[in-house]
């Protein structure tokens, strides 16, 4: 399978793309979670998946955070919008950082696990990294109760001379497996000159129960909230489990 092109050679598309600003809503959400189960003060806590760092942009002033991400482009981006965060160039299910956390935080990136096999990998490491009561917030894309089958958008974006136009799909080609297909279709200048490639993502596909059970199973007491933070207005859940 091909690696995501926008995640390594593209990777610096990424700022412009999906601006750190445009997550402000977002880590409001993540913000009052931690708050209301962690309590007041600078906790520590873990970034799997942290992408080019902007989820985390709005949390590092707030927690003692370390951000790990399996590309080490996206890792040199988000170090350059996080340098107080510590960054390691890792794989979410088989990671190990050496320390335990009060809260494992995985945001879109866990929807690049493809099985059941790899989510409940990444409840392990997620586990293994977090001190006992430890909190674990997880935000897959889809499930199966918000996709329905195909979805399709596209914007502009603008930023230091370079234009981005987004055509974006998402199709289930196959609604027996746990796979959906995301072509990112990019036309972009860059000093006049003008180019447009397709960059294919594969995302898994789970529904509640699958990950409510496997977080279970993995020793969470685990719990969906609601997350209205989506443009065309799709309900979306927030994955929140507490190590028993």
């Known amino acids: 399978m091909q690696r995501p092109r926008l995640y390594y050679d593209l990777a610096y598309l990424w700022p412009i793309l999906d601006p750190p600003e445009d997550f402000i809503e977002e880590a409001g959400f993540w913000k009052a979670v931690l708050s209301k189960k962690l309590g007041a003060g600078i906790h520590p806590i873990l970034e799997l998946g942290v992408g080019g760092g902007h989820l985390l942009s709005h949390l590092a002033s707030e927690f003692e955070a370390t951000a790990v991400d399996i590309s080490p482009q996206m890792i040199s981006l988000s170090r350059k919008l996080n340098p107080q965060v510590e960054h390691i160039v890792g794989d979410m299910r088989s990671v190990r950082v050496g320390r335990r956390y009060k809260a494992v935080l995985i945001h879109d990136a866990v929807s690049y696990l493809l099985s059941e096999t790899d989510i409940s990998k ?42 981005i136009f987004l055509e974006q799909r998402v199709s289930d080609e196959d609604p027996q497996d746990t796979l959906i297909e995301t072509s990112f279709k990019l036309t972009f200048g860059e000093n006049g000159h003008q180019q447009t490639i397709e960059d294919i993502h594969v995302t898994g596909l789970f529904s509640l129960e699958t990950w409510l059970t496997l977080m279970e199973e993995m020793n969470f007491d685990a719990e969906a909230l609601p997350y209205p933070v989506y443009d065309d207005n799709e309900p979306g859940y927030l994955l929140v489990g507490s190590l028993r």
């Open 122 to 163: 990444t409840l392990e490491t997620a586990a293994a990294h977090l001190c006992n009561g430890g909190l674990l917030i997880m935000c897959p894309d889809w499930y199966r109760e918000t996709f329905h089958g195909i979805y399709e958008t596209d914007r502009i974006s603008m930023k230091d001379g370079t234009s």
